[in-house]
C-alpha cells in the first residue's frame, strides 16, 4: 500500500513536516543535528513513503560523519519517523531495512545512530558497537548504537570523537 521512493527536493517541506509531527518541538536542538549542519545528506538513503493518498507517511534520511582522528566514514541513521496514523504497520522496518540494504551496496560498511536500543536492536544495532562513539553533547551513551554492513568487525578499534564530514563523500 506503501510506495517508497527517493525524497526529491520538492518532497523536502513535506518530509520536514512530517518529521515536526513524530517528533517533540525543539527536534533540531537536539546534538546529532550539529553533525548534519551543512553537509548534505546521501541522495540514496533518503527515501519517503508515500500512502494510497500520496501523502508522506514515513521518511527517512541518513548523513555521512567521520570518527576520531583517523576520520573513519560512518553513517548516522535518522531522522526516520512514521506518521502517528501509520505508525505499528511495519512502516519503519521497511524504510529502515531497505535503506540498509542500499547503504551496503554503496559501500558502507558501518552506521550510528542516536536510539532506542529496544526499536533497533531487531535490525542488528547494539551498544557494543557504539560503545566507543563520542557524539557531541548532551547525548546519552546508553542511546549510541552501532551496526555493521557487509564487512564483520568494521567496528574493530573505531572510536573517538564524531565529527561533521568534511570534504568529498567517498562511502567507506
Ligand atoms: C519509531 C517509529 C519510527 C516506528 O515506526 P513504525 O512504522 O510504527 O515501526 P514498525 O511498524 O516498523 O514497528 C513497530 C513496533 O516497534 C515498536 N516500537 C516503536 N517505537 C519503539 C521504541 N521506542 N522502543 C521499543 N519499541 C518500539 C512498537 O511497539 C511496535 O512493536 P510490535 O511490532 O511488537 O507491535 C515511529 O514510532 C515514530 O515515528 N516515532 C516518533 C519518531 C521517533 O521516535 N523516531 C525514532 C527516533 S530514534
Redesign the pocket.
Known amino acids: 500500500m506503501f510506495r517508497l521512493m527517493r525524497e526529491r527536493p520538492q518532497d523536502e517541506a513535506e518530509v520536514e513536516w512530517l518529521?515536526d509531527t513524530?517528533?517533540a518541538p525543539g527536534r533540531t536542538a537536539l546534538s546529532s543535528y550539529r553533525l548534519r549542519e551543512g553537509v548534505a545528506p546521501i541522495p540514496e538513503l533518503c527515501v519517503l513513503a508515500r500512502d494510497e493518498y500520496d501523502a508522506v507517511a514515513?521518511a527517512i534520511r541518513y548523513w555521512p560523519v567521520q570518527i576520531g582522528p583517523a576520520r573513519i566514514p560512518c553513517l548516522l541513521l535518522?531522522?526516520?519517523?512514521?506518521?502517528?496514523t501509520?505508525?505499528?504497520?511495519?512502516?519503519?522496518?521497511?524504510?529502515?531495512g531497505r535503506t540498509l540494504e542500499t547503504a551496503g551496496e554503496l559501500g558502507w560498511t558501518r552506521v550510528a545512530?542516536?536510539?532506542?536500543e529496544?526499536?533497533?536492536r531487531?535490525f542488528g544495532f547494539n551498544r557494543e558497537m557504539g560503545a566507543g562513539l563520542v557524539f557531541p553533547p548532551p547525548t546519552n551513551p546508553a542511546?549510541v548504537l552501532g551496526r555493521e554492513l557487509q564487512v564483520p568487525g568494521a567496528w574493530v578499534g573505531v572510536a573517538g570523537e564524531v565529527q561533521r564530514w568534511e570534504g568529498e563523500v567517498r562511502p567507506g
Open positions: 518529521y513524530c517528533f514515513g535518522g531522522p526516520v519517523a512514521v506518521h502517528p501509520r505508525q505499528g504497520e511495519g512502516l519503519a522496518a521497511l524504510l529502515i545512530l542516536v536510539g532506542d529496544p526499536y533497533y531487531r542511546r
